[in-house]
């Protein structure tokens, strides 16, 4: 069993930025592919980032350039740094870990066995 404990997220103006934090106890995650899913009121649960067991890294499309996904295996930790942030971004985020190394393709929610409970971003002036 892990256990994920996301933080770093708050209320900011757009074009500022936010680094999400995700720490992981119970289980190591370095050799796992991470995830970060958002969810907006009203709207089904997104991918927005994943990084592999290997450090490769996959972002939806309309975040791609301004965010970047990361980890720590030290720390058993995963960052995701958010620049340039528009309202649109503004959502409940979610950091997930997968259940193989590297994942081929669409990355669904359904497949990710593990979730924390979410740190709300907010994007407004």
């Known amino acids: 069993q892990v256990q994920l404990v996301e933080s770093g997220g708050g209320l900011v103006q757009p074009g500022g930025s936010l680094r999400l934090s995700c720490a992981a106890s119970?289980?190591?995650?370095?050799?796992?592919?991470m995830g970060w899913f958002r969810q907006a009121p009203g709207k089904e649960r997104e991918f927005v980032a994943a990084i592999s067991g290997a450090g490769i890294t996959l972002y939806t499309a309309s975040v791609k350039g301004r965010f970047t996904i990361s980890r720590d295996n030290a720390k058993n930790t995963v960052l995701l740094q958010m620049n340039s942030l528009k309202p649109e971004d503004t959502a409940l985020y979610y950091c997930?870990?997968?259940?193989?190394?590297?994942?081929?393709?669409?990355?669904?929610?359904?497949?990710?066995?593990?979730w924390g409970q979410g740190t709300q971003v907010t994007v407004s002036s």
């Open positions: 119970g289980r190591t995650i370095s050799t796992t592919s």
């Open positions: 997930a870990r997968d259940s193989v190394a590297l994942r081929i393709g669409e990355h669904r929610p359904a497949d990710y066995p593990y």
